[in-house]
Every structure is written in C-alpha cells, then in structure tokens.
C-alpha cells in the first residue's frame, strides 16, 4: 500500500490532506459506505495496556493451572492443581469438623445425648437443616405432613415414635427398597359388594367419635376383616403400620368417601430408606430432632392441615 | 404496494414453485409421522405452502411488474416483513417471559395442563426472544444495512423471502413444538432434527444471499457492520450444524439422539451455547449498532483501527470461552482454564466496541439527550459494555463457584438481552419504520420517549433485583457454620427469593409494556404510512438490465 499521502482514499490530490472531523480535530480515512465516514484516530493505547494485561493474567494463570493440551496429557501448571483432589479434600475438611460433634452420633444413645446441652445447641440446628433438606419436601417445614404424609409433631406414631424407631424407619424406610424394609399394605376390599363398602365406611368414619354402632352388618364386616391388622375395635397399636382407627390422627382421612377410597383401592404408601443417603450418625440426629418435635401438632386430619412456614429449630434447640 | 408487486412474473412462478415444494414437504412430513408434533409441523408447513401458492398465483397476473428501474432502488419490502415479525415475536415471546417470571413467584399462575407448564413454556420465551424477536430483527436490519453499506440491490428477490418466511416457520415449528412437549434438552437448541435441517436450508440461502449481494457492492471496501452480520451467518450455520447432529429414532419420529455423549456433549453443548451468545447475541447486534447509531448520530464511527480490534478480538476470543459454562464440572480443569482465560482477554475487544460505539456520540450528545431513539442506541452501547464485563468477571473460577446456578447468571443474561440487544433493536425500529413506510417521525414521537424510560425502569428492577438474589442464593448455598454444616437448607434459600422474583416480575412487565407500547406506534405509524421517498437513499449504480 502506497504511503504517499495524496494517493489515500478521501485525500486532497494536491495536499494530501483529508477531511477533517471539527469534533475531534482527527481526518477520517476517506471510507464512505452510503453517509458512514470513519475516523482515522490513532489506536488508543489504553486498549493495547489493557490487551497486554489481560494476556499476562493468562498467561500467569497458565504458568500456574493446568492449561494447555498436549496430546494425551497436558500442561499441569506449577501448583499441580487437581480440580478432584481439591474438592475431596475440602470435603474431608468439612467431615472432620462434623466429627466433633457428629461422631458422638454414632453411638445412639439418645438419652445421654439429649441431656449434654452443649451438643444439642450444635447437632439440633444441625438436624434441622438435614430435615429441610431432606424430609420438609414430604413431611412439611414443621412436620406438619399433609394429605398423604404424616404427621411428625403428634404424639401418634405408626412405627414407634421414639428416636430409635425412628432410627429404624429413617434406616429401612416403610415399603421401600431395602432388604429389611418395614412392610405394612391396607389391601384393597374392593370384592366387597358395593352396600357392604357403604356401611363399613359410614361405620370406620364414626369410629373417631365413638358413634359407630357396635350391633350393625358393619360391626360384623369389621371383625371379619379389620381386626386382625388394626386390632380390636380398631385401636391400633400393633406396631404393624396399621393406624388406630379410634382416634384423631389421620394420613389419608376418615371421613366416609377417604375411607371408601382407601377401602376400594387399599393403600401402600412408601417412606424411602435413607441409610444410603445420609450416615447412621446423621440419622440418628434426625431420628433425634424427630423425636423432639413439639408434640403441639393437632391431629385433625390431613385435610386440615397446612405445612407451616415456621421452622421448628429454635423450639428444639 | 402488494408484495408481489415487487416480484417478476418469472419471480412469482419461482415462489410459487418453492411454496408448492414446502407444501409436498409438509404433507411428507405429515404422512410419515402420522401423528404428534411432526406430523402437526408437517400440517403447518403444508397449510403455509398452500397459503403461499395460493397468495402468488392469485397475483401471478394482476400486478404490473417491476420495470428494470428496480435496479435503481433499494428492495425493502422484505425488511418490512421481517420487522413485523420482530414486533409479533416481541410481545410473544416478552409476554410468555413475563408469565414465567410470575410464576416463580406464584407457581399456580398457569393452567393446571402439561403445555403450559413452566418446564414446556421457558424455551418458548427463549427461543421467542433470542430467534423470533432477534434473529427477525437480525435478518431484517441485514438486508437493509447491507444494501445501504454496498451501495447496491439485494442480488435477487425471491431468496430474501425463502430466508424471512422459513425462518418463521422454524420459529413456530420450535415454539408449538415445545408446548406439545417435544425438545431435544439442548439449551437454546430444543428444536428437533427435521426443524434443525431446515434452518441448514434457510440459513445457507440466507449466507448465498448475503454473499452474493456483497459481492455486488459498489463501494471498495466492506463495511464495519457486515464483518459483523458476516461472521454471525456464517458461525451460527457452523455452531447449528456441529451442535445438532443427531440420530433420529426413525423417520416418522420427532425424536432423536445426539451423535455426541457424556463431557463431550456438554462442552459441544456449550461452545455452541456461548458462541449463540457471541455470534447471535452479540456480532450481529454490533453490527446493527455500527450501522444506526452512526447514522442516527450523524457523526463518523470514531475509530476505524479500534473497529478492527475489536472484530477480530470478538470472533477470535469468543470461539474458546464457552467452557467458562463448565466450571467445577467433569470437564478437566485445563479446558476450565482456558475458557477462563479467554473470557478475560474478551474484555478488551468488547470494551473496545463499546468504547468505539460512546466516542462516537462525541459531538452528538445533545442528539442523545433529545432523541430517544439514539438514546437507545446509547443505553444499548453501555449495556454492552456492563454486560460483556460482568461476563468475564463471572468466567473467573473462583467467582463462578459463587455465582453459578443461581439467578445472577438470568441477571447476566438480561443485561445484556434486555439492556443491550433489545435496546439496540428497538433503536433501529424507531429509525426504520418511519424510513421504510415513507414518513418523517413515528405516529406518536412522545410514545418513543415513555418506551424508553419503560424499557430502562424495567432493565434496571430486573437485573438489580437479580443481582441481589443470585449474590444472596450464592451466599446461603456456601455457608457452613462453626460445626461444618450447612447454615442454611436449600428451602430457606428459596424462601429468600420471594421478594427479588417478585421485582424481578415487575421489571419484566414494564419492558413487556414499552415492547408493547413499541408495537403499537410501529402498528400507527404503518397504517399512516406516507410516500417520503429518500432520493439520496439509491444504489450508486443501476444494474444493467436482465
């Protein structure tokens, strides 16, 4: 390209010289695209002070971390850098600060570990957001359960509701996966002719409130075909996971058309096992800050009950 | 003007050809799917075909046709459609955002059916904003730009067309195909194999087009904005095909498997991902910024040398940074590095460009302060420049891990979609709806003025309140207390965003109402349209006749 001045583009033929942008005070460089002109200002140096720093930092953090590919390997970088290692390590770091107060868990002995305030005051909060994590989804905020799902902060419990029944169903689950998992069906009784569903489900939802009649067809249907899971007069308490039908809790409702359905159809509901999700030692926190739940919970049915925003931490702690 | 008044006889029977033979693919399509979604965008494509032959050859006869003097003017009527398109695209594809933001904050805000569930609708606001909206004003400001910056004629009539029409069509085909549940779980790249192949087919003629026009031009040297518009066909077209291969499930099935597994899909994934930021996002936008803003401003591009760094610094960096996506992930750790590093030295280039694009309202800035649509064009430039440099600040690893997975990152992105592209969009709107249907100002001048206080209010609500909640989510996710546990369960950190994605709707809906608003005075000024005819505003020389 000539360097002669007067053979530019836009450039004067006698002096070379071109427009010249008031503005500025800088020629432009004699492009013109349909009333588009250009500036011929001088590179900026800020942009290549900048460029030039920016390739330093690069090329640092090459020197330094693993960066260029070579074939099958690659450039390891001074600090030997392993993305892997680092993140196992800061979680090993995290594991033994955990250990304190985590490792005394492993030894379930929940009365000596509830009376120690000082490990309360670490492992209940704890808890509570390993509960958040990973029970609130079905359980509720503050275990308030929901149509479907139990209710944690009432004093009826299914299984057991000291800590190590629920270090049990926490470690097997109910109906779920694990070889020793706790079992328990509600059958469906949908062989039943269709009056004989009727009566009984007027008759189990009139338990509650002592108003079934104890010399109706029901009663007899009842003996026949309830007892032998939910005991006499459907009190429950088999430890089987057959619910007491005499009293208030409810998971799927007792009123005439939820106990219809659940007879139709029967009922197996899961609870997952956890023991390959979170340690023993972490189970037995939950099974403790379970256990330590407000008994406050009014057992008026499932329909009723809303999960509660309110976390239950500060009242366990 | 009917459209098929700018059309030759031989013109419309080649369009009624094209249209008959989108028709017998539509009903291929159809009879070979049977049923679901391809057999229903085998329906589409048949009754648009129809339409179409139905349109042309009902005209074949009745209009005169253009008379070689077309030669002498600019082909616009292709560039008018397009912004049409970006208009409806616009309230489409804003309103579905708007929707999807109130639902974070009230999940029951849409009907209890699986189409429009939040999962199906979220890509139909993406691909409606980034492809319907951007990529309509994309090809429409193109077309207009590169005729005006060659000095020349569009090379042919019919191509533009088969561009504008097929790409719609691809538009749709994506957007019902996702309500109806069909996605292929590639972000920004849901559609299915047969829409994928036909974007091959749309964008191919679109680069042949374009070539071709600029191998036209009447002027030396190829301007700024189509290195630009160059490098965002050609990259896209390369970025489409190398991200889509896959293997249909059988013929007649709008399902298939990608040829591409494990890491190496996620890093195909996301080069691909990056770079539609980079080349759809960004190179074809800066294009329409090099071309409006200098016009609007009427003052020269301030540095032609800065202009050059920039280019190759963008098209050059941007190609390596998409792993910035991948950090802390299975990708090893030098490619981690390496899309860290290249995302910093990007800075430059972008800075460059927006650098360039402030100096150059040098002398102009009373034009900024009275012109809302300069000021657009202005707010775009800044937007820019905020945007590029939050991007390679969040590409350095260590702040990545606090940023990624959390709102910051939707922040990031709607700095740069709503602040800078949207903004630099609807710049170019106000300057060429006027232009294009032959008037002096918009029907309603002030309606600029409150879009452009609407359109920044709601930037600024959104991103900030974005901000806050990703720094905060970032935060609650990391805390660990004295005894090595997690301070905070995921539930409380979704507790905590209640009020930002409740802000952040707020935000949404004033952009959505200045894109509204936009409509509408587009709408008014198009049915006021006049017969101003820019006499300056020709090819410098005929074409010799055909």
Partial sequence: MSTDPKTLPGADPHTGNREIDPVTGYDTTGHDWGGIKELNTPFPKVALVALVLTVIYSVIAWILLPAWPLGREYTRGILGLDQQEMAERRLRDLVALREDWLGRFENPDFTALSEDADLMAIAMPAADRLYQDNCSACHGRAGSGGPGYPVLHDTYWLWGGAPEDIAMTLQVGINAAHPDTRWAQMPAFDWMEDDELSKLSDYVAAMPSGEADPDSEASTLFAENCVACHSEGGAGGLMNGAPSLVDDAVIYGQDTESVMATLRNGRQGVMPYWSERVSDAEINALSLYVSRLPDDGAADGAETVQASDESPAEATQ | ?546
């Fill in chain 2, 1 to 546: 003007m009917a459209v098929t008044a700018t059309l030759t006889s031989t013109e419309r029977q080649i369009g009624i050809a094209i249209s008959a033979g989108l028709a017998i693919l539509g009903l291929a399509m159809a009879a070979v799917a049977k049923t679901g979604p391809m057999a229903l965008h085998g329906g589409m494509a048949l009754v648009l075909g129809i339409a179409l032959v139905f349109y042309l050859g009902g005209a074949l006869y009745d209009h005169p046709e253009p008379t070689n003097r077309r030669h002498a003017e600019y082909y616009d009527a292709p560039t008018r459609f397009g912004i049409v398109m970006t208009l409806i695209w616009a309230v489409a594809g804003m309103g579905v955002g708007v929707w999807l933001a109130a639902l974070m904050y009230w999940p029951e805000a849409t009907p209890a059916v699986p189409w429009t569930s939040y999962g199906r609708l979220r890509p139909v606001h993406t691909s409606g904003v980034i492809f319907g909206f951007g990529g309509n004003a994309l090809i429409a400001t193109s077309f207009y730009v590169l005729q005006r910056t060659s000095r020349t004629r569009l090379a042919d009539a019919v191509s533009p067309w088969f561009v504008l029409i097929g790409f719609n069509l691809f538009c749709l085909w994506a957007a019902t195909g996702y309500v109806m549940g069909q996605t292929q779980s590639k972000e920004y790249a849901e559609p299915e194999w047969y829409a994928d192949l036909w974007l091959v087919l749309v964008w191919v003629t679109y680069f042949v087009v374009y070539i071709r026009t600029l191998a036209r031009r009447a002027e030396p040297h190829i301007y700024v904005a189509n290195w630009y518009y160059m490098a965002f066909i050609l990259v896209v077209a390369m970025l489409h095909i190398v991200n889509n291969l896959a293997l249909p499930v059988t013929w007649g099935a709008g399902e298939s498997f990608t040829i591409w597994s494990g890491v190496q899909d996620a890093m195909i994934q996301w080069w691909y991902g990056h770079n539609a930021v980079a080349f759809f996002l960004t190179a074809g936008f800066l294009g329409m910024l090099y071309y409006f803003l200098p016009v609007r401003a009427q003052r020269p591009i301030w540095s032609y040398r800065l202009s050059i760094l920039s280019f190759w610094g963008i098209v050059f960096f941007y190609m390596w940074a998409g792993s910035h996506h991948l950090h802390y992930t299975a990708l090893p750790y030098w490619v981690q590095t390496l899309g860290m590093t290249f995302s910093v030295m990007l800075l430059v280039p972008s800075w460059a460009s927006a650098g360039n694009a402030i100096a150059t309202l040098n002398g102009a800035w009373d034009k900024v302060r009275d012109d809302a649509t300069l000021r657009f064009m202005f707010v775009a430039a800044v937007f820019y420049g905020l945007s590029t440099f939050e991007g390679s600040f969040l590409a350095i690893r260590p702040i990545n891990s606090l940023s990624h997975f959390t709102d910051w990152t939707v922040g990031h992105v709607h700095s740069g979609t709503l602040g800078w592209v949207a903004m630099i969009v609807f710049g170019a709107i106000y300057s060429l709806v006027p232009k294009l249907w032959g008037r002096d100002d918009m029907a309603w001048p002030k309606a600029v003025e409150w879009h452009f206080w609407l359109a920044i209010a709601g930037t600024l609500i959104y991103v900030v309140s974005l901000w806050n909640a990703g720094i905060t989510q970032g935060l609650m996710w990391r805390a660990y207390d004295e005894g090595g546990a997690l301070s905070y369960s995921f539930i409380e950190s979704v507790e905590a965003m209640l009020p930002y994605y409740a802000a952040r709707t707020l935000g949404g809906g004033l952009f959505l109402a200045g894109a509204f608003l936009c409509t509408v005075n587009c709408r008014a000024t198009m049915r006021a349209a006049g017969d101003r005819v820019d006499e300056a505003d020709r090819p410098l020389a005929t074409q010799p006749a055909e």
